[in-house]
């Protein structure tokens, strides 16, 4: 799936953490969850009948021994439609095969109404009834096991007819959908699910929160507190992205403070401090790019990488407050950092010579931070990318790119050979 708009992407890579997070997330003790499902000694399912596995039994030669090499690491199990009865079954299959193994399985729900706005990955349900009908389905086929549940790729950074709170209207604004409901519709799906889901015994959900060179902290934190987020167990960042661990658990770590501001200490989400204003990197913002890309830290010496003008005036805001909304992050291919190419080319969307990142791991050693996780399965298509061309090839990679989340041998090789660490 194609990781969002067009419109807010840009660069931003993979390491432990910095000073700025040191000091946010009060130093590196083991992490734990606001929850019972993950920590730091649980294990993630490694499904033996994956789409990686798969894939493997097509190919020959240095794709298959690529595929292989992929497959055993944990990874999300996506589930994108079918009727309520087809995904609890498709959902149970997995979670008992999980239990039976004693891990605990990444699922992806990923079927909202609109989802991707008509981009690579389009379709989803056609309505709210018939959405609800389906998380319903979803959750049954969880029940009482372990899971853990990634909601809706895109589905905050991505919102039908929706306004933000600098007053700006998205560009998605379908013909189909009534530009008076449309929003609404999407945030009372998403409390939905968050409801339904958060209400089984052992499920952890977490919210779409974008990544760190999408959406304002004010802006993610606005969306996420209409989506529920106070109910579910947190957020999750750079799902299907290429975007800095570094700068992704800063971007967290504050998104966590501008909700413990809003909710807790009176603030209000103009006050936030952001990686694009009051106390961000000057980055050089201008609505569309960010430059340059790099890794972010309280004590960088470059100004554009150094985020402790956002720390100190978080430290001042909240006193004694302290932010308590978790997340995870999706390091399946931010090894390497964001592609660095002109502007509106769709960096996003299988850009060349990424790599893998850190491995899927729920000791993470920050408080906030509940797991490393792969949530977009590695060696898989973003879409038949046409960066702004006619098509049918993509112009950068010279070949028609197969479909989103079809496998993509040469992706994958370079996947591998840029991983950092290394495989």
Known sequence: MPPASTM??????????????????????????????????????????????????????????????????????????????????????VVVHAHAEGEVPVLVAYNVPFRDCAQYSAGGATSVAEYTAWIDGFAKGIGGKDAVVVLEPDGLGIIPHYTTIEGTQEWCRPAELDPATAAEDRFTMLRHAVETLSALPNTAVYLDGTHSAWLSVGDISDRLLKAGVQQADGFFLNASNYQYTANLTAYGTWISSCIALVTEAGGAFGDCGSQYWNGGPANGWSGVSMDPYGEWSADAADPALNTSGVDSRYASQLGDIEPSTHFVIDTSRNGQGPWQVATGYEDWCNPLDRGLGLRPSTDTGYDLLDAYLWIKVPGESDGQCLRGTAGAEDPARGMVAPAAGGWFPEMARELIENAVPAL
């Open 8 to 93: 807010r992407r840009a660069g931003a890579a993979t390491a432990a953490a910095s000073a700025l997070v040191l000091v946010c997330l009060g130093g590196a003790a083991p992490a734990f969850a606001a929850n019972d499902v993950i920590d730091p000694t649980t294990t993630l399912y490694s499904d033996p009948d994956s789409t990686t596995y798969r894939a493997a039994e097509g190919l020959t030669g240095q794709a298959r021994e690529d595929a292989l090499a992929l497959a055993p690491f944990p990874t999300a199990s996506w589930f994108t439609g079918g009727s309520p009865v087809e995904v609890k079954q498709e959902v149970k299959d």
